[in-house]
């Protein structure tokens, strides 16, 4: 049950729940912490079970997005909502309009944006109400499909891993296995073979498989669950999280960890556990964090160069949590934390001796984007 001081404990500042029973709309919005900006995070719709399993999940994802653009070195916050329903069966113009004009009403203190089982035209609907949401389709002026520069992040995130273990940011040569090649994989494929490095791949889709194996003849495939066994210099995850765990991380024959999934370790000790058998990690919310980037800049005008030099910021980030990791002797996962945390709390102390609390987060470039249209 949600309580004020489970919200206290995880440091929420708003959670706010939507509904409209003609369209069957049920929605709750997250707001962590707007310290260095509006709350920007995804909308998810899924077929929770209980609307307490739907509150767990928005309120674990929203302080994940506080963490992914504070150590991003973005000037945003974190927030993300859920859609409680059946994305098969329960879309709507209606509903997906019905939930913009909520958006709306909290003035630009959250911005929405795709996340699972949320499509761009979905997006397109919920922007006919409010401008603050984004990941709008090009048409509209708008960036589109996140997964490139997702995986432009996860590729530089993984070029500093290398320079960290092998001296070269190059993964010329080196077997990569990646984990589920969808929409970030496959651009992750991409990147990988114009640097000459040599894939395994597996994934549960026909499609996708197919997809990948004509455009990459001769990456190797191999079954799900034996892409953990395999001789790889580096393992890829980009389909689900938790897969470094208690099961796995014995089988791990690599030296780096790094790829797209959110949540890559299922719990923190295994962020230990690698440290302690010389794998080194590339820490997942950094390095997945190019598609928020990318969708951070429609307010001031997307552009590809522009998106694409911010996401470049990734591999010296990498490095520099890789620093913080060897001085502290502490493991990244908990190191890329640090640093996150040291953002906050510094913009904190300007907050409360120069600003006060309470001033107006209403991210400067929406009002931009009002006068544009
Ligand atoms: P996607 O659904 O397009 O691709 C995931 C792929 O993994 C699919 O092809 C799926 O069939 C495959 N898969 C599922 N279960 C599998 C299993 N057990 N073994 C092997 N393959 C399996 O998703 P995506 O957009 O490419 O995202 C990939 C991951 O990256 C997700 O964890 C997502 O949360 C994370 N992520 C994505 C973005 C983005 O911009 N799309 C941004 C940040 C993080």
Redesign the pocket.
């Known amino acids: 049950m949600l309580t004020f001081e489970k919200l206290y404990s995880m440091g929420h500042e708003e959670v706010v729940f939507f509904s409209d029973e003609s369209s069957g709309l049920k929605a709750i919005v997250a707001i962590h912490d707007t310290t260095l900006g509006p709350a920007l995070g995804g909308t998810r719709m899924w077929p929770y079970a209980s609307i307490d399993e739907a509150v767990e999940d928005v309120l674990r994802l929203s302080r994940g997005m506080t963490y992914k653009a504070a150590v991003s070195g973005l000037n945003l916050g974190g927030g993300k909502a859920v859609i409680i329903g059946d994305p098969k069966t329960d879309k709507s113009e209606a509903l997906f309009r019905a939930y913009g004009r909520y958006i709306e009403s909290l003035n630009g203190r959250y911005i929405s944006a795709?996340?699972?089982n949320i499509t761009v035209d979905d997006i397109d609907h919920i922007y006919t109400e409010t401008n603050f949401v984004c990941g709008v389709a090009k048409a509209h002026g708008g960036s589109g499909?996140?997964?490139p520069?997702?995986?432009l992040g996860?590729f530089r995130g993984m070029q500093a891993s290398a320079m960290k273990t092998w001296g070269s940011k190059s993964v010329k040569d080196k077997v990569i296995a990646i984990?589920?090649?969808?929409?970030?994989?496959?651009?992750l494929g991409k990147l990988i073979n114009e640097d000459g490095g040599k894939m395994i791949f597996?994934?549960?889709?026909e499609d996708?498989?197919a997809q990948f194996k004509e455009a990459f003849p001769s990456a190797e495939f191999v079954a799900?669950?034996a892409?953990y066994d395999v001789d790889m210099d580096i393992y890829a995850?980009?389909?689900?999280?938790a897969?470094v765990n208690d099961d796995t991380i014995g089988r791990l024959k690599c030296k780096v960890v790094s790829?797209?999934?959110?949540?890559q370790l299922k719990e923190d000790r295994h962020g230990q556990e690698l440290k302690d058998r010389g794998i080194l990690y590339a820490p997942?919310y950094l390095i997945?964090?190019?598609?928020?980037m990318?969708v951070s800049i429609e307010f001031e005008g997307w552009n590809d160069s522009k998106s694409r030099r911010m996401i470049d910021t990734i591999y010296d980030t990498t490095l520099h949590i890789f620093a913080i990791a060897d001085e502290q002797n502490i493991p990244v996962n908990k190191a890329a934390d640090v640093l996150a945390e040291e953002r906050l709390e510094s913009m904190r102390k300007i907050q409360t001796t120069y600003l006060g609390r309470g001033s107006d987060h209403r991210f400067p470039g929406s009002k931009a984007r009002h006068n544009k249209l």
């Open positions: 795709e996340d699972v499909n996140p997964a520069y997702t995986a996860v984990q589920g090649v969808g929409h970030v994989g496959f651009e597996t994934d549960v889709r996708n498989i799900p669950d892409i995850p980009c389909a689900l999280g897969t790829g797209a999934a959110n949540n997942d997945n964090a190019g598609g928020l990318n």
